[in-house]
T-cell receptor
Framework: TQLLEQSPQFLSIQEGENLTVYCNSSSVFSSLQWYRQEPGEGPVLLVT?????EVKKLKRLTFQFGDARKDSSLHITAAQPGDTGLYLCAGVPLGGNEKLTFGTGTRLTIIP | DSGVTQTPKHLITATGQRVTLRCSPRSGDLSVYWYQQSLDQGLQFLIQ???????AKGNILERFSAQQFPDLHSELNLSSLELGDSALYFCASSVIPTPTGELFFGEGSRLTVL
């Protein structure tokens, strides 16, 4: 079983639409990170959320950390083809073993 | 460009063989992480080194081993290769010893075992 479950696994939408992807766990995290990975490249950090309930915005991307620090969401407004990629959440569980665990990933395709 | 260099980019080999993957971290980064990414498993943590010492271990098989050298580059050795070892192997680096800050990933080494 995966510590961090992401949904949906695949998402294909038209340019200009809005979307939300989710990262859920039964464990509490001190912080959660979101990475984006494009084909042929390694993941690149987008944001780190630290405080329960925290909301961070990065242009058209809005990241939220759940109040209980067990889940997070990524909302994209007016999606662009450049948003296409694999979105990964990652975190180190509280009281855990300091191993950064990655979620299962959401593969997003934006159709022009 | 993340500043993390991995070689080789692609590697094709046969079952039973042994390969070595190399990683040069970003200048100044003391931590090196190895991850395996396969289609059905996502990114799986293998092992972490900090300043030459093993810091954390994930689900790394006994057939796999790694080390970090005094110049901070790292090598991941995979032996007695099996078909299921075919995957992308990523190296990442960071300044601090704990993975709570940003990890900078290389472009990966794609291993194909035939």
């Amino acid at each position: 079983t995966q510590l961090l479950e992401q949904s949906p696994q695949f998402l294909s939408i038209q340019e200009g639409e809005n979307l939300t992807v989710y990262c859920n766990s039964s464990s509490v995290f001190s912080s959660l990170q979101w990475y984006r990975q494009e084909p042929g490249e390694g993941p690149v950090l987008l944001v780190t959320v630290v405080t329960g309930g925290e909301v961070k915005k990065l242009k058209r991307l809005t990241f939220q950390f759940g109040d209980a620090r067990k889940d997070s969401s990524l909302h994209i407004t007016a999606a662009q083809p450049g948003d296409t990629g694999l979105y990964l959440c990652a975190g180190v569980p509280l009281g855990g073993n300091e191993k950064l665990t990655f979620g299962t990933g959401t593969r997003l395709t934006i159709i022009p | 460009d993340s500043g993390v260099t991995q070689t080789p980019k692609h590697l094709i080999t046969a079952t039973g063989q042994r390969v070595t993957l190399r990683c040069s971290p970003r200048s100044g980064d003391l931590s090196v992480y190895w991850y395996q990414q396969s289609l059905d498993q996502g990114l799986q943590f293998l092992i972490q080194y900090y300043n030459g010492e093993e810091r954390a271990k994930g689900n790394i098989l006994e057939r796999f081993s790694a080390q970090q050298f005094p110049d901070l580059h790292s090598e991941l050795n995979l032996s007695s290769l099996e078909l299921g070892d075919s995957a992308l192997y990523f190296c990442a680096s960071s300044v601090i010893p704990t993975p709570t800050g940003e990890l900078f990933f290389g472009e990966g080494s794609r291993l194909t075992v035939l």
